[in-house]
């Protein structure tokens, strides 16, 4: 794959709104971006059991990496020798890198924050590392992305409300350090790369006003909505991001990290959200979970060993176009890797069509009917599910 950047600036443009909805387009450094998003997670430097040319047969055309993963392995100082992550990984669409800031929360125990940064050690290996804002962007800088995102703490749902208030404030003073090193766009290597803030706030409303405020403060290219999907009832992570997109500028991208489902996707493009990332689609085909118009189907349980239907008869992807449930279910019985993978570009296929058909209907100025009508179905679908669930026993 060519990974010769554009030649052309970091901007965001609105196309459409309709409430608080907004189509628009981002123009990175190695690819234009139709918003709203969906970013599948290439944590290591791979979105799992599928190839670039196959992520990128989906419609993807950004996709994420993580920091803190490719620091400790493979290194990198190796990558940027290799030429920066898109050149090393093969990927010539779009690149945001996260910033560690989620494993600060997500591996907990293995850590211990300060002011300075987080002492933490190496899940593979047990040694010991440092990690700082500094770091962080020294990391992402050699990683070559084009969206890089500040370093932050994220607080666990539940926490003690003091312990919240210190991981807003942390995350302000680090996200100061972020752009004390980086400044909000970086031309290196031939094109724009730009830092983007967090708001952090957890559910309270009065610290998610106060990070908002903070970060807006120091006028960077965009800003992401962190802190959420982290164990809160749903009721109150849609809370939370309505709030939340309202506090932040309109002629910026709005990204919210780590969601989701495909309801929750909804609810976010309605609340004024551009960009979205999740291991969800990735994760649950591994474990031979599929998604569909009418919710989650577990293609390896024992009923579709006979299915000759496609995973979901209205899909556009190669997987629904050649191969039956019946197919992937001997696939995962027989644990060959063939499975995961179909599986995985199913659910990548899913997604992306999803979010063309929320594109499409805002430039058509029907979104609110296409959500309802989606979200609808897929409530239904995954009511019947649990239900069918529960009379079996399961």
Same mark, same amino acid.
């Given at each position: ?224 909505? @962190?802190? $959420?999907? &982290?164990?809160?009832?749903?009721? %109150?992570?849609? /809370?939370?991001?309505?709030? *939340?997109?309202?506090?932040? =500028? ?44 009418? @919710?989650? $189907?577990? &293609?390896?349980?024992?009923?579709? %060993?006979?299915? /000759?239907?496609?995973?979901? *008869?209205?899909?556009?992807? =190669? ?54 009508? %989606? ?20």
């Amino acid at each position: 794959m060519n990974d010769r950047p554009l030649d052309t600036p970091f901007s965001f443009s609105l196309l459409a709104v309709e409430g608080q909805a907004r189509r628009g387009r981002l123009q990175c450094g190695h690819a234009q971006v139709e918003t709203p998003v969906f970013m599948p997670v290439g944590t290591v430097g791979s979105v799992k059991a599928v190839t670039f040319e196959q992520v990128a047969a989906t419609g993807s055309r950004l996709i994420l990496g993580n920091t803190y993963h490719l620091y400790l392995r493979p290194g990198h100082e190796l990558i940027a020798r290799r030429g920066g992550l898109h050149r090393f990984q093969g990927w010539d669409g779009a690149l945001l890198t996260d910033s560690a800031g989620f494993q600060v929360f997500s591996l907990g125990d293995l850590n211990r924050i300060t002011d300075d940064g987080v002492e933490f050690r190496s899940h593979l290996d047990g040694s010991k590392h440092f990690f700082s804002p500094e770091l962080s962007m020294e990391i992402q800088l050699a990683l070559g992305s084009d969206i890089v995102m500040a370093f932050d703490q994220c607080a666990p749902y539940g926490a003690d409300p003091r312990e919240v208030a210190r991981a807003v404030d942390r995350t302000t003073r680090w996200l100061r350090r972020c752009r004390d090193v980086f400044g909000g766009r970086t031309t290196r290597d031939g094109w724009e790369r730009v830092l983007f803030g967090i708001m952090q706030g957890g559910v309270d409303e009065t610290l998610r006003r106060r990070s908002a405020a903070e970060i807006v403060d120091l006028d960077l290219p965009g800003y992401a909505v @962190g802190g $959420l999907s &982290v164990g809160e009832p749903t009721s %109150a992570m849609r /809370e939370m991001t309505d709030l *939340a997109a309202g506090l932040l =500028p309109a002629d910026r991208p709005r990204y919210l990290m780590g969601v989701g489902f495909p309801d929750d996707i909804l609810a976010g493009v309605a609340a004024g959200i551009d960009m979205f990332d999740c291991v969800l689609p990735t994760r649950m085909a591994r474990t031979g979970t599929v998604l569909t118009r009418d @919710g989650r $189907l577990v &293609v390896k349980n024992h009923e579709y %060993a006979e299915d /000759e239907r496609p995973l979901d *008869a209205e899909c556009g992807c =190669p997987v629904c176009a050649r191969h039956s449930r019946a197919y992937l279910r001997h696939l995962f019985q027989a644990r060959e890797m063939l499975g995961a993978t179909l599986a995985t570009i199913h659910n990548l296929h899913f997604y992306q069509e999803l979010m063309a058909g929320i594109r499409a209907a805002l430039e058509e100025g029907r979104f609110a009917a296409y959500a309802a009508a %989606a979200g609808g179905r897929w409530r239904d679908g995954e009511a019947a599910r649990l239900d069918g669930v529960r009379k079996r026993g399961g």
